[in-house]
C-alpha cells in the first residue's frame, strides 16, 4: 500500500479522534499519551487508576497501548492491555500473525500461559471498536482473569 | 454485550446518538448512506440524517447526490490540517519540530539503505524473497512503520511550512470535526 494522499488519508488524526471519542470518556482512565511524542504519535499508551477498577489492583497503574494503522480492505491494530501488578496480559490484534483464528483475535496471558482466540466486533469505525474493546476488558476480561 | 448496568454497551451509555454519528461518518473509510451510518452507530435515522446535514453545512462531511441514495464521506483534508495545528499548538519549538522533521527523515533513509529500496511497496514486494519467517515479519513491520513515518512527514512538514500562518491566537476558537 502507498502513502495516500494527505487529502484521502483517514490515519491523519486516527489517534486524536480515540482520544477524544473514546479514552477520554471512560472514568477508569487517568491518563492518555502520544508515544514517543505528540509529533511522531507511534502509538497512544494510556493509564488506568488502579483503585477504580473492579476488582482494583495495585499499586502500579495498569498500561494499554494501542498502535492502529487505516487502511483497505481492513484496518490494522494491535491494542494491549499489562498490568504489572499480576502480569496479566490481554491483546486484540488485527494483525497478520494468526490467520488461522480469521481476520482479529483476542489473547491473554496469565502465568505466562497464553490463550488465544478468535475476536469478531459488532461495529467497523475504529473509535467503535475501541469501546468495544474497552467494554470487554473492564467487563469481561479483568474480572475473569483478575486475583480479586 | 451486556454491562452490570444493563444491557446498554459501553458506548451508548458514555457517548450521545450525536457523538457516535460524528465518531462514525469522520472515520468512513468509504462512502456510505443515512441508513448504513445510524446503523453502524446505534441510533435512529431521523436524528441521525440531521446530524449528518448539519455536518456537511460545516464542512466535516462531504455529501453526494449522484446516486439513487445520498452518501455521505469525510473530507480527510480537514483532519490533516487539524493535525497539523496540533503539532504547531503541542507547545514545542519550531526548532524542536524542525529536529523532529530531521530524525523521521533520517530514519526512511536508513531504510532505504538497509533493504535497497526507496518505498514501503518496494519493501514489500521483497517479502516475497526467500526470507525466513522472522526477516519476513520484521519486513511487514518496517513497512507499516515506514508507512506512518511518511504520513507524519507530510504533515509536520505542512506544520513548519506555514508556522507562522497556523500561530494560535490567545482566544482560540473551540474547534470541531
Not at chain 1, 60 to 66: E, F, G, N, Q, R
Not at chain 1, 72 to 80: K, L, S, Y
Not at chain 2, 119 to 125: C, G, K, M, N, V
Request: hydrophobic share 35%; glycine share 4%; no cysteine.
Amino acid at each position: 500500500m502507498s502513502v495516500p494522499h494527505p487529502g484521502s488519508d483517514p490515519n491523519a488524526r486516527l489517534y486524536a479522534q480515540l482520544k477524544r471519542d473514546v479514552l477520554e470518556r471512560v472514568p477508569q482512565i487517568t491518563g492518555v499519551a502520544f508515544v514517543p511524542d505528540r509529533i511522531k504519535a507511534r502509538k497512544l499508551q494510556v493509564t488506568f487508576a488502579p483503585d477504580r477498577l473492579t476488582p482494583p489492583t495495585g499499586p502500579d497503574p495498569p498500561k494499554l497501548d494501542i498502535v492502529w494503522y487505516r487502511q483497505t480492505p481492513h484496518d490494522w491494530f494491535r491494542v494491549d492491555y499489562v498490568d504489572p501488578n499480576t502480569g496479566l496480559h490481554a491483546g486484540w490484534h488485527q494483525d497478520e500473525s494468526h490467520p488461522d483464528l480469521g481476520r482479529a483475535h483476542f489473547q491473554y496471558t496469565v502465568d505466562n500461559t497464553t490463550t488465544r482466540r478468535a475476536a469478531t466486533f459488532e461495529h467497523e469505525t475504529p473509535s467503535l471498536v475501541l469501546w468495544e474493546i474497552l467494554e470487554q476488558l473492564l467487563s469481561t476480561v479483568r474480572p475473569t482473569h483478575q486475583p480479586a | 454485550m451486556t454491562t452490570a448496568s444493563g444491557d446498554e454497551s459501553l458506548s451508548i451509555q458514555q457517548t450521545t446518538g450525536e457523538e457516535r454519528v460524528r465518531m462514525v461518518v469522520t472515520q468512513l473509510s468509504e462512502p456510505r448512506t443515512a441508513n448504513w451510518i445510524a446503523d453502524e452507530a446505534d441510533w435512529s435515522h431521523e436524528p441521525t440524517t440531521r446530524v449528518l446535514t448539519r455536518l456537511v453545512t460545516d464542512g466535516v462531511v462531504r455529501s453526494d447526490d449522484s446516486g439513487p441514495h445520498t452518501t455521505y464521506y469525510p473530507d480527510y483534508r480537514r483532519q490533516a490540517i487539524r493535525e497539523a495545528m496540533a503539532i504547531r499548538d503541542s507547545g514545542q519549538s519550531v526548532e524542536t519540530v524542525t529536529e523532529t522533521l530531521t530524525e523521521l527523515k533520517a530514519r526512511v533513509r536508513a531504510w532505504q539503505d538497509e533493504f535497497s529500496v526507496d518505498s514501503p511497496t518496494q519493501l514489500r514486494a521483497t517479502i516475497a524473497d526467500d526470507l525466513d519467517p522472522e526477516a519476513e515479519q520484521r519486513r511487514a513491520e518496517i513497512a507499516r512503520e515506514w508507512e506512518h513515518v511518511q504520513r507524519r512527514i507530510r504533515i509536520v512538514g505542512f506544520a513548519l511550512r506555514e508556522w507562522e500562518f497556523l500561530a494560535p491566537t490567545t482566544d482560540d476558537p473551540t474547534a470541531t470535526g
